[in-house]
């Protein structure tokens, strides 16, 4: 019997389509919503007042750049985030890991972390400014305050989450409490931990920009605030707009990390 062989190159699969499917998608989904956006700001609002039109932001951020303003905000506000936020995420981890450990640390520690969760942080940025000053560790407070406690809370939710039936069964193999959390705690709970340092994104960024409005030498928020008070509408949307950008940015990063650490969660 003759073999028949086929020519035909391998389609990709569609594992390795699909996160580009999704980029193509999430492109085209910015192009179309800036495109509608310049539309009704040129066209059915017509006045930069009220609303400012992508290109006028864009011109707005190209005089900003050239004055070296727009470096300098960025930088502070970076700067206060990445502290605020590498602190949080350090001190939370460890927070949730101290609960998950032991019954008593959490029913010491639940009230307030529940309790500080749900106190309006932003509300004490005066505050902190009245303690720290007006530099930038009043504002890295105001971050780490917001941050910390998504990822404690998401951390011992993953930990306890972990299957006992196989923790139990590690141990009859000889498994120390090291190997166990290493090898089975840490990768299952891994995934949940992911996903309260992405909430924590977002809950940091606006930590940074609210903490900079209540008073501050440089900074986006400061950007913002001084834009708003002279209603100078493309200046203060430069300020929201790489807040935004970035912020889809880390956790865009965040997503290709949780591919690779735990791939088991994708199909």
Known sequence: MQMQTSDAVPH?????????????????????????????SRFVVANSLFLAAPSQIFVAMLHLAESGRLWRDMGVSTMEFLLGYSIASLMGIALGLVMASSERAKQALQPWVSGLYATPTIALGPLFIVWMGIGIWSKVVVVILLVIFPVAINT??????????????LRCFGASRRQIFFKLSLPSATPFILAGLKLGIGRGLIGVVVAELFGSRAGLGLLISESADSFNM???????LIFAIAGIAIIAAFSRLERRLVPWTKE
């Not at 990709?12 to 495109?35: E, F």
């Not at 011992?156 to 069964?169: D, Y």
């Not at 493309?234 to 929201?240: E, M, Q």
């Open 234 to 240: 493309p200046n203060l949307f430069v300020g929201v």
């Open 12 to 40: 990709a699969s569609p594992a390795r389509r699909k996160p580009w499917a999704h980029g193509g998608i999430g492109i085209a989904s910015v192009i179309v919503g800036l495109a509608l956006w310049e539309a009704v």
């Open 156 to 169: 011992e939710a993953g930990l306890r989450t972990t299957s006992q039936r196989l923790i139990e069964t």
